[in-house]
């Protein structure tokens, strides 16, 4: 594969990418090798064209080929290297590669060969694609949604940078239970020792919270993009049985709403980052051509997903100036005055996801301050405490169409106080002294949140589904490879 | 805890942290709260010094105290709130704040005081401090590796982002086995179901490269930084139960050489960002009197492992122009020249510790084209293949006093090929259908490595166990909480 070409914007004994040469194109009129699989076809008597794109960018590459005849018999799905002149283009694109099959210095080799039974093909729904896990992210669409999951942790780790965090790594296997669900894996070798691997039963985490307080304590500030895993029987298209979250704790707050202005901080730059990176790469301005010209192409492009949908979600985030916060007793109020007699809630209830979409019908929305019968142990009463309807000072975010995006809360830091919650919980005192001492020696008000990385990519690439944004998702069945 | 400042410098509504009092000081002469945990107290009959730190930054922030005969009992290990003036400091330091007790617009609260049994005190060893999970983290040395862990994962990032990288996330469960160790993890749910849960048998992660090499060919190139886990009891300061791993594969190369020379470029990359870093940050231009002052003080100071053992590594990786290479054939010859006749190795021996530290003495060296009875399935064989020696092209990279930190190969990608190596390997088939199905559609020539992350992170910080280096370390009969 003799590739190389010694280019200026080449920083590495690396050949080019495809988005190498439509980001920083070579000099017209020099020879250039590209690689890349054939994702079009389109050959006619004297002239031919090939689509051939590397997944480094949505936009392709046109190969315009001269005495199409002479040339292999090309299929989509090949993976194929280009040898030819590099010229300013008469189409829609600034630049082609020429490729003439009778210039001795150009070549066109096939890499690689499909099978007869190439299963990934042109009109497939994402549904459909599942069932080839290790061939479906050649798609433009899905190799799409993974550039975007990269483009998001780092704007993410900019974020968080740019604000004094310090991004850690809280343990995957655990033996203290964070949530108290009872719904987790357990681990153990596969050739059983006598006594416990790992001298008592061990679990994979269902939230690394407890862990990344003790060290956001120490740090002031902390977080972390960890995988988490919940062994519920459930399949919906809203759950996975391993996921990413995002969880942050921040120490030296003690009032909720710095909770909630620094969540929202949060995905509103990184939805903004999105939306300026679309416009800017794209060449028109207008973010509705960026998407039919797919244009808008390191990201995004018209496969991307549907454009009115993808618009429409943005536009959800970041059109109201401040998102509303209502607290949960409010939110009851609020509904109840929309539902039906039959359908009305009760104080204490708990709100179903049909509920949560209706208070986030036009706009993400805040709802603070839930029964503390709902929340787990650790959660900070609530400020205007009242004991006949008890709340802890706590939030969920719920968008449009999803409903819960992220969870928080300011922690309880009292010592005695937070003893007899675990005590009134039920819990193990000796497996959290660990956590109970951060109370004893030290103490400082705190509080954080997690939110679940692969549903916040799931709406902001209007996706419907998580199976689709896990690049290898895991659910009840599903674990295949 | 009234402590907002209305500061140019504040970019949330966010309490500033004493990283932003060094980094934007405030305008002296104005009045300032400060947050942190009390790290030296000297109190006089007249004056008294009190030091604090968030752990935000190495640097303690000085609080200089009039009147200390009137000021509360304070101890090391305390969550304080200060008011007072921020002037220009007589001091080291360039500011200071004053507290004066008779001062009505000054306070001072011990938010958290300390337990009478407090366990984490000054002199202690990272041995020792491995006895508080949770509170080891408030000793500066600590959390300088915890700031250095952060520092690096953003200096990969960026490196990654430059050269076209897209950061994935391969599964953590799997039903596949990668290296074909049996040393794994066995995950199910606590509650059993008849059936099982995934479907099949499933393992957690040994690496994620088989799985990552169907993502980079989709994308050209991707990495990901992700938990792993091997069952091995062994319990050595190298090597952990749970443990972070950077993988990288890239599309297109052919060449063993791109791919020590891609791996050579990127340690050098984020270790000369980290040097950078510390020179810069530092009120001198003497890396030595940076490490003395404690002024190079974001990620490092004089309690971050011994100055001259950081001084050394750091150099040991930076001095050579470039790194040597040389193969297995080539090592075994001359380690043979060194040791003693009744300890020579013949060839196909594996390399021990002490062989890798012996070849890796004075710099870090890549050994190349090891016999293929050492290596897994997937790799190339080697571009001089000899069936008398065969070999494959791959590299293990050796760094002073520690032996391996990075692993890599190219891999086999013709379909014909792998599969009668996987024969040869006795591995089930079917099992492995969705990774040869990616050499029967559109193979790619590619290659990829792993790279210990806890192992770099010890090297760079001078550090000798991984057990100081993994916030909540993993490992047979550790898991404590």
């Known amino acids: 594969m003799d ?68 040339i292999p018999d090309l299929k989509i799905g090949q993976s ?4 030819g002149d590099w010229v300013v283009s008469p189409g829609k694109q600034p630049f082609e590669l020429v490729y003439d099959s009778k210039n001795p210095n150009h070549e066109m080799k096939i890499v690689g060969d499909i099978a007869e ?6 009109e497939m729904t994402v549904a459909h694609l599942r069932q080839f896990p290790s061939l479906r992210h050649r798609t433009s669409s899905l190799a799409s949604i993974l550039r975007l999951r990269s483009f998001l942790e780092t704007k993410f780790m900019e974020f968080f940078n740019s604000r004094n965090f310090t991004k850690v790594t809280p343990p995957i296997i655990t033996s203290s239970d964070c949530e108290g669900a009872g719904e987790v894996f357990k681990v153990e070798p596969v050739e059983k020792t006598e006594e416990a691997f790992f001298g008592k039963d061990s679990y994979l985490t269902v939230s690394t919270q407890l862990h990344l307080e ?22 919906t298209t809203r759950h996975l049985s391993e996921f990413w979250m ?29 939306v300026k990176d679309v416009l800017e790469k794209g060449t028109s301005a207008n973010i509705d051509e960026t998407f039919e010209s797919g244009d808008g192409a390191d990201l995004l492009g018209s496969s991307f997903g549907s ?49 949560e979409k209706q208070l986030a019908e036009n706009s993400p929305i805040f709802i603070t301050d839930y029964p503390v019968s709902q929340k787990p142990f650790y959660m900070l009463k609530s400020k205007d405490f009242n004991p006949d309807k008890p709340t802890v000072a706590c939030f969920d975010l719920l968008i449009p169409e999803f409903g819960e995006l992220a969870g928080g809360s300011l922690r309880e830091h009292n010592y005695d106080i937070l003893l007899q919650d675990m005590k009134n919980h039920g819990m193990n005192l000796e497996d959290m002294e660990w956590y109970l001492t951060l109370r004893r020696n030290g103490t400082i008000p705190h509080g954080g949140f997690g939110l679940g990385f692969e549903r916040l990519i799931t709406y902001l690439s209007g996706r419907e589904s998580l199976r689709d944004i896990s690049a290898f998702p895991r659910a009840p069945s599903l674990c295949s490879c």
């Open 3 to 70: 590739s190389r070409v010694s280019l200026a914007w080449e920083i590495s004994s690396l050949n080019p990418t495809i988005k190498d040469m439509h980001v920083n194109p070579p000099q017209p009129d020099t020879l250039i090798s590209v690689q890349g699989f054939v994702k079009n076809i389109r050959q006619f008597r004297k002239v031919g064209f090939v689509d051939i794109n590397d997944g480094s960018i949505f936009k392709n590459l046109n190969v315009t080929l001269k005495n199409p005849t002479e």
């Open 80 to 83: 194929l290297n280009v040898k």
């Open 117 to 122: 039974d190439y299963p990934v093909h042109k």
């Open 214 to 235: 003790a060290l956001s304590l120490a740090l002031n500030r902390a977080w972390t993009l960890t995988p988490c895993f919940r062994a519920e029987n459930s399949k």
């Open 246 to 274: 995002l969880e942050a704790e921040l120490s030296y707050i003690d009032n909720l709403d710095q909770l909630t202005g620094f969540t929202e901080d949060m995905v509103r730059y990184v939805t903004k980052s999105l």
């Open 307 to 355: 454009n009115e949908q993808v618009l429409k979600r943005w536009s959800a985030l970041l059109t109201p100036d401040k998102w509303p916060r209502m607290t949960y007793t409010e939110a009851v109020e609020h509904l109840n005055k929309q539902l039906p007699r039959e359908e009305q809630i009760v104080w204490g209830d708990s709100l179903l996801l049909k509920h």
